[in-house]
């Protein structure tokens, strides 16, 4: 499907000096290291549409673009891919409540996220595939498992065949990426779209491949599967699969989905015979009225408003950057105040003084160490306000440079060049 319109990116000379992330399964922040040199894949777990973009979802897919911009500017090829879960029981369930058919309710929202990530000056992914478009390559796959034996069935009284589920016993893979134990995960698997009771099932944290019919519910025609539709964990194994190739560099998301989302789509691939990914970054939750922020709990706060109601989607950028990408936060009102001023200073800044090669400098190792981007701040606020201490002893020429060419190339030390590039913010306007 199409994605979005991507905002047009001038990347800074590349400095080859590798990125560094923290990675879920070792626990450590690493270089990347690409599996084939030169070219950085990374995979970006994408939204359920059936509400609209709120901040946390902006959160967790800025910190994807600062990691694409990061590899970009260590003078990697960057390439993503991204699903669109629209095919799920919440989906399904708000379609019915609303009495909207399921596709329109998804493709209304995934048109909203479009505008938001645009406005967010998100690069777009160059994979982005949503799992009704992927059907075929999702029914292939799980046909390859049912033929490799580690596919079962198990006995569904409501529906005229039976539900598939993965057999994770046969190699033990579960708990690689989060490292959790089986009581931790016993406390989260049945609210995050688990079952780990139903019976018939050879092992609880087995997950549903494939879901045979219901009544009122969409279906695919399966061959040896037999009508119905894919369990969650596969869509993101097919799509990375498709997109990117297995294995691949980077899987992002957020920390929701450390398990049993992405424990579970590696343990897939290894069913499959394949590896997953080489690192596994997560984001930080954002809550609002003293909870995660959730479609589920409905205390949202919407980018698409904030936006209508005249927030400039740079300051919600600058609120983002405040909040290094791993740590959980609480969004609130006064920190959009603060951005909002932030944002005047630094323009004023880049108009003044746009020539600053040590803060480019820091900005650039700021984002390579780990993405932190509450640095990054530290140095730009050091930089606004010398500028603003030059403007005021009005200390000529040097500092001052007039606008002449925009190519970062030309202008290596240009701060305004330089956020642009990084953060995908633009201080020229
Ligand atoms: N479609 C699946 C992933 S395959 C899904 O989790 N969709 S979602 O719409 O629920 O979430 C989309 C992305 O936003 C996920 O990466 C999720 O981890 C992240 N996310 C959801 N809620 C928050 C939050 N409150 N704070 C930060 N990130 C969040
Ligand atoms: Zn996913």
Redo the contacts with the bound molecule.
Sequence with gaps: MHSWNSPSISPLPASGVPLRLHDTRTGRVAPVVPITPGRARLYV????PYDAT????A???HAADLMRRALLDTGLEVVVAQ?V?DV?DPLLERADRDGIGWRELAASQVALFAEDMEALRIIAPETYRSVSESMDDIITTVQTLHARGRAYQVEAPDAAGPDWYLDLGVDGALGDVSGWSEQQMLTVFAERGGDPEREGKRGRFDPLLWRAERAGEPAWEAGVLGRGRPG?HV??VCIAQDGLGLPFDIQA?????IFP?HDLSAAHAVALGRGFAGMYTH?????HEGE????SLGNLVFVHRLVRDGVDPRVIRLVLMAHHYRADWAWSEDEVDLAAARLETYRTAAALHGQHPRTVAALRSALRDDLDTPSALTALDTWAAAARADAVDQEPAGTAEPAGTTDPADRPGDVAAATDALFGLDLRS
Excluded: F
């Excluded at 777990?45 to 359920?48: D, E, Q, R, Y």
């Design positions: 777990c994408g939204i359920t709120h901040l946390g979802h959160a967790t897919y699903n879960t799920d969650w869509e993101c998301g957020g920390s929701d989905l989302h984001s930080g939750m954002v809550a995660k922020m959730s479609k």
